[in-house]
């Protein structure tokens, strides 16, 4: 094959993925120009009205056209449209009338479509109707009255749902805000009467009229007055005012009171009765807002509290939702008049706010607690500041608890209508700032500001002692501008307005983020900060001069755990330049200290750390080494040596030569054909040939080796016993990219049979096309390859988890990190998993927030690994693994001794949980650990030193009795 032709291939093959890549896209857009069109077409995603009846038939529209077929609803049908995005995945352009509560039952198709339903009405009420823009006009395709009824008997039924109540509350919650549900009684009935009475005197009212009839929303009440002045007959303008002044009074903000008697009026349950009650007697006597607050939030607590014994849930959702809006006012009252607060009062309104947020379902119970445990320990004496600090740091972390509670709920829905509807990416910014974690935010963040003018630090720019510390991180990078960004070559500090911030735009070697912003508690990007693991510090726009005359200067941003943020001149690069392949040394293998007679397998609990890189690789050497170590914590474990695959080399003759010297000679022939047309058929031939061997010595490796009788020995091997299987090679110091290349892992692999194809496979991988051609170039003595196996017993762990710990334990390193992820292993890395600090004396923890990842991989009975839904967000952490896991730290210094990098003096370990015991699965030095591990935990030690250094905050006191210091207040 000459080059001309192998390049022809490669092209082909490149245009084959551009074209794949391309027709993907078209898709979505296609789709997404869909929904475009069907926002503009007079009936939207309708093709006719139709009735659809209770026998199943779908008949014409006609006076009672389900008469004699059970009854029956009429409503608008489907376009072709419409049914294409409900083919390709997306179920929209909902009529509730023809839905129910089975059409939401357990299946994640149907979990997904009652989010879809969620988000299409979020749309609708934020995009000027959405894809129904048009059918407003469109008489009889939605009838309002069905739609509430449908809605109100939907709702009602999945509220009174356990599973629902229990594990999905904020599901209901944002269905009962965004569905409407309501029953407008005799003053929707004065509406109708007055819209049927002005389209008979003046027809050119129908649009509006049908608009009204069919969707009713606030701002009809101002387009009547707007027709009014434009169109309307002047005698008729009376009419039409009345008309606006009842539609006025129907989308009004009931009073309190009213509320309150409306529920105690529907409400059965005893406790519930009593709470409004209690407060519906106190309302009157209450004469400023802090009192206000102060009931209205302990009563949307209470009522929380008590959920799952109401009559009426849709009732009780419908007051907590009501509850909110009257306690979102009071909220900011207490933001707007901060100045005349002092810290104490601002934290009692803190406290409401927090109530207010758990009783509509954004904080869980636990995460309710620990905001209550904060707030107690901010108001006990003597005060410190630097308790002070770490209890509102904690604090501030409640807005992205409740962000990635609604991420758990609607993050894999969101992501997927994006692709047809990019506006429904603001779903959650825009909850969380319509609730009373916004202006919860905002008090906390005045309180953490106020910090840095009680104990400021110095830094080059001047910002730093008053800046935000929004996202932990350690970055070296120059300052530079949007506009700069295209043309760096080296790392990037970004200075953004917030409000301009693209994050899909942004290149992966900006390394921290300086964001300007007036409201730091405003922040609808934060979730893609925190998934990108991008340090991010806010600054005030009044700050932001300051900051401008720095650009094009190099800097170290250090933005700490517990908001300290630090800047100093960069006087030196820290990031290390890996080595292109091109100039890579050639991997060498020291051949003569390969011990290649041991075929057979060996349980590692005879291997020693000794074995590694003569019988061994390093994974089944470190699983030798912790199953002494640690011998009540290690599960059992086998490994196949590097002689089983040597044995294949020399078992036989190929030609009238060893196997092996055959494959020497093979080698030497491939690299004089370096560059040359005949290589890769040459490669292709030994391939084939080394891949039929390996197939020939499995044979050999069963009945001689006595694989199945070693299995049974170490296992106790049943018939359904399921066997992790991980191959590596003699090589070592091999970058990540060829670590992957070599390493091969499959999981749960049940029976002998299957296992001894996994072995097979594995081994062929090593012998494949890609990896012979890539040992030809990367090694001196590229038949020098030799796998070993190491095979461990599958666990279908409860939690898995890497910690991060200081091998030795100081004054300032007296904290481990972890993080925890639900099921046998992480579905999506580590971003979505628990993070939680622990002290390593006391075992106490501090859960810096929880695990929001909606699915899970556990283990197939069967085989292999399946992806199951997380029912709702727990803690993962608990004493029971803290006290484990001390165990372990404590033994860090035994077991690293004086082999450690006294520059990065930490640990990392990865472990498992199975009915809350251990199992460890490795344990490395830092700086050693390869595979990929999230930013804030890679360098949590180092921060967490930094902040145990700020000593002078332990012997400063807080009065929480004194007004709030802001820079106003201090100049």
Known sequence: MNNTRRGTIALLLALVGLYSSIAVAAESRSLATIVEQLKVQPKGPFWRLRWFCNDGSVLPPQANGCRDHQGGLQYGQWNSDAEELHQAGFPVANVLAGLTATDFGETAAKQRHFRY??????????????????????????????????????????????????????????????????????????????VAALYQQQPQFKSLRNKILNQPDKFDADRVRSFAIGSARARLIPAYEQLAQQLDLLFAAEPMATLLQRYIDTEKAPELRSLATAALQRWP???????????????????????????????????????????????????????????????????????????????????????????????????????????????????????????????????????????????????????????????????????QFISPSADPAGVASSALALIPGIATGTIRTVAQLEHATTASILLVNADELLLQSLPAAVEALILVSADAAYMPWRRQLVLRDTPTIVIKPEQAATMQTHVGERINLLVSANGYVEMESAKQRLSLQTQALVDAEPLTVNFEQYDLQTATPISTRQLWPSDRGVRIGFQAAQQAQLARFFPNDVAPSLAIP??????????????????????????????????????????????????????????MLAAKNSLESALVREFGLTPDHGLDLL???????????????????????????????????????????????????????????????????????????????????????????????????????????????????????????????????????????????????????????????????ARLPQWFGSDFDKANPNAVVRFGFRYGKLYLQQLLPLHKYQWPLPNTLRNRQQLLQFDAAQLPEDELFIDVTQLVKTSQSTQ
């Open 727 to 889: 191959t590596e090679t003699n090589l070592e110091g091999l970058n990540l990219a060829e670590q992957r290349r070599l390493q091969r892992q499959s999981v749960n692999v049940i029976g002998v049979d299957e296992l001894l194809l996994a072995i097979d496979e594995h081994w062929r991988q090593l012998s494949s096309i890609s990896t012979l051609q890539w040992r030809a170039q990367r090694m001196r003595e590229p038949a020098q390859l030799y796998p070993s196996m190491l095979i461990k017993e599958s666990i279908n762990f409860d939690v898995t988890g890497v910690m991060v710990a200081p091998i030795h334990k100081s004054e300032s390193t007296r904290t481990a990190t972890v993080l925890l992820s639900p099921g046998a292993m992480p579905l999506s890395g580590w971003h979505q998993a628990e993070m939680a600090d622990f002290d390593l004396d006391s075992g106490v923890i501090s859960v810096l927030h929880f695990a929001a990842a909606p699915q899970q991989q556990v283990l197939n009975y069967n085989g292999g690994v399946d992806t199951t839904a997380v029912a709702q967000i727990t803690q993962l952490i608990s004493a029971n693994y803290v006290k484990q896991l001390q165990r372990v730290v």
């Open 285 to 451: 006597e209450l004469t400023n807002a802090e009192e206000q607050l102060e009931l209205l939030s302990r009563l949307i607590m209470a009522i929380r509290h008590q959920f799952e014994r109401c009559s009426h849930p849709l009732e009780s959702l419908d007051l907590l939702l009501s509850l909110e809006q009257h306690i979102l006012p009071l909220g900011y009252q207490a933001v707007v008049q901060q100045q005349f607060l002092n810290r104490g009062q601002l934290l009692q309104h803190i406290q409401a706010l927090l109530r207010a947020s758990y009783g509509v379902g954004l904080l869980s119970r636990l995460e309710f607690e620990l905001g209550q445990k904060q707030l107690k320990l901010l108001t006990s004496k003597p005060l410190t500041l630097a308790n002070y600090r770490k209890a509102l740091n904690q604090l501030a972390r409640l807005s992205h608890w409740s962000e990635r509670r609604l991420s758990f709920y609607f993050g894999e829905t969101i992501t997927h209508f994006a692709t047809i509807e990019p506006k429904v990416m603001g779903y959650i910014a825009n909850r969380l700032q319509l609730s009373a974690i916004h202006p919860l935010s905002q008090l906390v963040t005045l309180l953490q500001q106020e910090i």
């Open 642 to 699: 590097f002689g089983s695959y040597a044995t294949l080399l020399t078992m036989g003759q190929y030609k009238e030569h060893n196997r092996f010297d055959w494959l020497q000679q093979r080698f030497a022939a491939i690299a004089e054909l370096n560059g040359q047309p005949e290589q890769r058929p040459l490669i292709e031939q030994t391939a084939q040939r080394l891949q039929q061997w390996s197939g020939q010595h499995l044979l």
């Open 117 to 194: 339903l969620v988000l299409e009405h979020f749309l609708i009420e934020n995009d000027d109707g959405w894809i129904f823009r048009q059918v407003r006009s469109y008489r009889g395709a939605k009838n309002v009255n069905d739609e509430h009824t449908s809605a109100y008997q939907l709702l009602t039924r999945l509220g009174g749902e356990p599973r629902w109540q229990q594990q999905r509350f904020l599901l209901l919650i944002e269905a009962a805000r965004l569905i409407p549900h309501g029953h407008y009684g005799k003053r929707w009935q004065t509406v109708r009467s007055q």
